[in-house]
């Protein structure tokens, strides 16, 4: 079993930052790309940023030059550096990261559960 653990969310006025992080544990042999999405009321889920490894980084263009992806392979875990936030970035994020559990199989998608930010005054 693999589960992704996502914690950092919360409430925040304009301009400030937020730090997320995601931790994959369980039984695996590899974590290729890790990636954060987010998804707002009546929207469909987009991707925000992601890392391959060993750490190539892409962004959106909404989130350029604000977020910093990042990631600790040896923890398998993620973060997202989340600064200049806008109410624009309110949204649910979620965390997904391409697993392969074993030599003798093929990597799979697995999703976090969620994490809430809100960007409000």
């Known amino acids: 079993q693999v589960q992704l653990v996502e914690s950092g969310g919360g409430l925040v006025q304009p301009g400030g930052s937020l730090r997320l992080s995601c931790a994959a544990s369980?039984?695996?042999?590899?974590?290729?790309?890790m990636a954060w999405y987010r998804q707002a009321p009546g929207k469909q889920r987009e991707l925000v940023a992601s890392?391959?490894?060993?750490?190539?980084?892409n962004y959106d263009d909404s989130v350029k030059d604000r977020f910093i992806i990042s990631r600790d392979s040896g923890k398998n875990t993620v973060y997202l550096q989340m600064n200049r936030l806008k109410p624009e970035d309110t949204a649910v994020y979620y965390c997904?990261?391409?697993?392969?559990?074993?030599?003798?199989?093929?990597?799979?998608?697995?999703w976090g559960q969620g994490t809430q930010v809100t960007v409000s005054s």
């Open positions: 997904k990261a391409l697993i392969q559990r074993s030599v003798y199989t093929f990597a799979s998608d697995y």
């Open positions: 369980g039984s695996i042999f590899n974590v290729y790309t």
């Open positions: 890392v391959t490894n060993p750490g190539t980084a």
